[in-house]
């Protein structure tokens, strides 16, 4: 690996005396190795001034102590000393959606400031639906060809992409005490029980191993905590994952005829829905005391929705406890702290939503799932919930168009595997169930109710896991970063740019 001045003498000049700085991470295994490309190259740092100045630093994100690589070290001590931070370090993540937040998570334990970067992607892999939600599309050709003439249209895209603002978000997963987690090891490609240490998990993850329980000579994990970029669900859209890592392949064509198959298996198999396994969501808006006494606590929990029809709401429920009193007001309004985005306007006697039946529910952060599916969009004419009361109706909730960076999450029920499949080739399956700031929390019947399955199939950004006896999943805001949105027309716009450049 070396360092290369590639400056070339062009009839297009930029006109401006500023370098950008572009630091390059890349997953070589990414797209079936095909990533490998950028790392093959032979050079780790390179500078151009064609299309704009740039240098460009090339590091393998695998090598390295984690919190302690060399290229994020290397970002840290560039962003520490920018006074100007209109125009931003770039970091640009060459690989699938786990290679994003394997930058993120790198870039927060490396004590780097968020305000002075952006972050892109050039996509590798079989779904990419965070770099489809950005209109990113894969490079198919190699980027060093003709003198970096591919590459060089990469530059130019990120220089004139969108900035704009995501959420990332933090899912925690609770199990009972005597419960556990299994997940597909990558390397045997068999279910393994998930330990403090990540045993089970033999490649980099996006998750982190808290409290566990002593089992014998093992250290079974009953919480964990994942940092969540594009969705989370649970139901059977989970299950065909499972099935899927069992038998993933570096081929990114047969590993789509995989998953086809394992969809079309786990429609013929029974599967808990998790209608029958859920027992409520709710939101919780606790919120601290303005007054000189910090004993005083206000806890406010709404219910989103139930899965028993009969059950009574605990909405607005506020619990104020101070010592050893506790004055608890069930009024039903809805107060200005706790009213957010589709949160429904409880009935004149005081019934929560009901989930209707559902195979799958689907948190969204991106208006893209699975290859490209704008589900939430899809299925606006659509509700997942219903009211008790004739008083009410899903059209009276109010639903507005899916944002990335507005701090909201959208939820959407699909009522069977056939209708996640279908929804492919006939839009609008899905079903609009809430959206909300959160934090969320998703709670579980126990084992003396009368839920049929103690076993949830769960996927966060395609990281798919069971869980046995769960308790419930806290889905909470973790914080933003800002992203490269590529320009719908920027395709005309490159080839016109370097019309005068490329070689013969």
Same mark, same amino acid.
């Given at each position: 690996?070396?360092?290369?001045?590639?400056?070339?003498?062009?009839?297009?000049?930029?006109?401006?005396?500023?370098?950008?700085?572009?630091?390059?991470?890349?997953?070589?295994?990414?797209?079936?190795?095909? /990533?490998?490309?950028?790392?093959?190259?032979?050079?780790?740092?390179?500078?151009?001034?064609?299309?704009?100045?740039?240098?460009?630093?090339?590091?393998?994100?695998?090598?390295?102590?984690?919190?302690?690589?060399?290229?994020?070290?290397?970002?840290?001590?560039?962003?520490?000393?920018?006074?100007?931070?209109?125009?931003?370090? %770039?970091?640009?993540?060459?690989?699938?959606?786990?290679?994003?937040?394997?930058?993120?998570?790198?870039?927060?334990?490396?004590?780097?400031d968020f305000d002075k970067l952006v972050i892109g992607v050039i996509p590798f892999g079989t779904g990419n639906d965070f770099s489809r939600a950005l209109n990113w599309m894969t490079v198919l050709d190699n980027p060093f060809d003709n003198g970096l003439y591919r590459f060089r249209q990469l530059i130019n895209d990120w220089i004139n992409a969108d900035i704009i603002?995501?959420?990332?978000?933090?899912?925690?997963?609770?199990?009972?005490?005597?419960?556990?987690?299994?997940?597909? +090891?990558? %390397?045997?490609?068999?279910?393994?029980?998930?330990?403090?240490?990540?045993?089970?998990?033999? &490649?980099?993850?996006?998750?982190?191993?808290?409290?566990?329980?002593?089992?014998?000579?093992?250290?079974?994990?009953?919480?964990?905590?994942?940092?969540?970029?594009?969705?989370?669900?649970?139901?059977? $859209?989970?299950?065909?994952?499972?099935?899927?890592?069992? %038998?993933?392949?570096?081929?990114?064509?047969?590993?789509?005829? &995989?998953? /086809?198959?394992?969809?079309?298996?786990?429609?013929? &198999?029974?599967?808990?829905?998790?209608?029958?396994?859920?027992?409520?969501?709710?939101?919780?808006?606790?919120?601290?005391?303005? +007054? +000189?006494?910090?004993? !005083?606590?206000?806890?406010?929990?709404?219910?989103?929705?139930?899965?028993?029809?009969?059950?009574?709401?605990?909405?607005?429920?506020?619990?104020?406890?101070?010592?050893? $009193?506790?004055?608890?007001?069930?009024?039903?309004?809805?107060?200005?702290?706790?009213?957010? !985005?589709?949160?429904?306007?409880?009935?004149?006697?005081?019934?929560?939503?009901?989930?209707?039946?559902?195979?799958?529910?689907?948190?969204?952060?991106?208006?893209?799932?699975?290859?490209?599916?704008?589900?939430?969009?899809?299925?606006?004419?659509?509700?997942?919930?219903?009211?008790?009361?004739?008083?009410?109706?899903?059209?009276?909730?109010?639903?507005?168009?899916?944002?990335?960076?507005?701090?909201?999450?959208?939820?959407?029920?699909?009522?069977?595997?056939?209708?996640?499949?279908?929804?492919?080739?006939?839009?609008?399956?899905?079903?609009?169930?809430?959206?909300?700031?959160?934090?969320?929390? !998703?709670?579980?019947?126990?084992?003396?109710?009368?839920?049929?399955?103690?076993?949830?199939?769960?996927?966060?950004?395609?990281?798919?896991?069971?869980?046995?006896?769960?308790?419930?999943?806290?889905?909470?805001?973790?914080?933003?970063?800002?992203?490269?949105?590529?320009?719908?027309?920027?395709?005309?716009?490159?080839?016109?740019?370097?019309?005068?450049? &490329?070689?013969?």
């Amino acid at each position: 690996m070396g360092s290369v001045d590639l400056s070339p003498g062009s009839s297009f000049r930029s006109g401006t005396s500023v370098t950008y700085t572009i630091f390059l991470f890349v997953n070589p295994t990414s797209g079936g190795n095909k /990533a490998s490309v950028f790392t093959k190259s032979g050079m780790d740092m390179f500078r151009i001034s064609n299309p704009v100045p740039a240098s460009v630093h090339i590091y393998d994100i695998r090598q390295g102590e984690t919190g302690k690589k060399e290229g994020f070290i290397r970002v840290r001590e560039i962003t520490s000393n920018m006074t100007d931070s209109s125009i931003p370090l %770039y970091i640009i993540a060459a690989g699938g959606d786990g290679t994003v937040m394997w930058c993120v998570d790198e870039l927060e334990k490396t004590d780097v400031d968020f305000d002075k970067l952006v972050i892109g992607v050039i996509p590798f892999g079989t779904g990419n639906d965070f770099s489809r939600a950005l209109n990113w599309m894969t490079v198919l050709d190699n980027p060093f060809d003709n003198g970096l003439y591919r590459f060089r249209q990469l530059i130019n895209d990120w220089i004139n992409a969108d900035i704009i603002e995501h959420d990332i978000w933090s899912v925690k997963a609770v199990v009972d005490s005597y419960g556990c987690f299994y997940k597909v +090891d990558s %390397y045997s490609r068999k279910k393994k029980v998930v330990n403090k240490q990540g045993r089970a998990n033999t &490649r980099q993850s996006n998750h982190e191993f808290s409290k566990g329980v002593d089992r014998g000579s093992n250290t079974i994990a009953t919480e964990l905590t994942f940092r969540m970029s594009n969705y989370f669900s649970v139901g059977i $859209e989970s299950r065909i994952g499972i099935g899927f890592d069992r %038998y993933r392949t570096k081929n990114a064509f047969l590993n789509k005829m &995989r998953y /086809a198959l394992e969809g079309v298996k786990n429609t013929f &198999r029974h599967t808990t829905p998790v209608y029958d396994i859920i027992d409520k969501c709710t939101v919780n808006t606790s919120n601290a005391n303005d +007054d +000189d006494d910090s004993s !005083l606590v206000i806890s406010s929990e709404e219910v989103l929705f139930v899965t028993d029809r009969c059950a009574r709401s605990k909405s607005n429920s506020c619990a104020c406890s101070k010592g050893n $009193e506790e004055f608890v007001d069930t009024h039903n309004s809805i107060s200005e702290h706790s009213q957010t !985005l589709g949160h429904y306007q409880n009935s004149v006697d005081n019934i929560s939503p009901t989930l209707m039946p559902c195979a799958s529910l689907i948190f969204i952060n991106i208006p893209s799932f699975a290859s490209g599916n704008d589900i939430w969009r899809y299925c606006k004419g659509n509700y997942g919930i219903r009211f008790k009361s004739r008083h009410d109706s899903a059209e009276h909730v109010i639903f507005e168009q899916q944002k990335m960076g507005d701090e909201i999450i959208e939820c959407v029920s699909f009522p069977s595997a056939v209708a996640i499949g279908l929804e492919i080739a006939i839009k609008g399956m899905g079903r609009r169930v809430f959206q909300n700031k959160g934090p969320v929390r !998703l709670h579980f019947k126990q084992k003396n109710s009368l839920a049929t399955g103690r076993k949830v199939y769960f996927q966060v950004d395609g990281e798919f896991l069971i869980a046995y006896h769960p308790l419930y999943f806290d889905v909470s805001h973790s914080r933003k970063i800002r992203v490269l949105q590529a320009k719908t027309d920027r395709a005309l716009h490159s080839a016109t740019l370097f019309n005068n450049f &490329r070689p013969n």
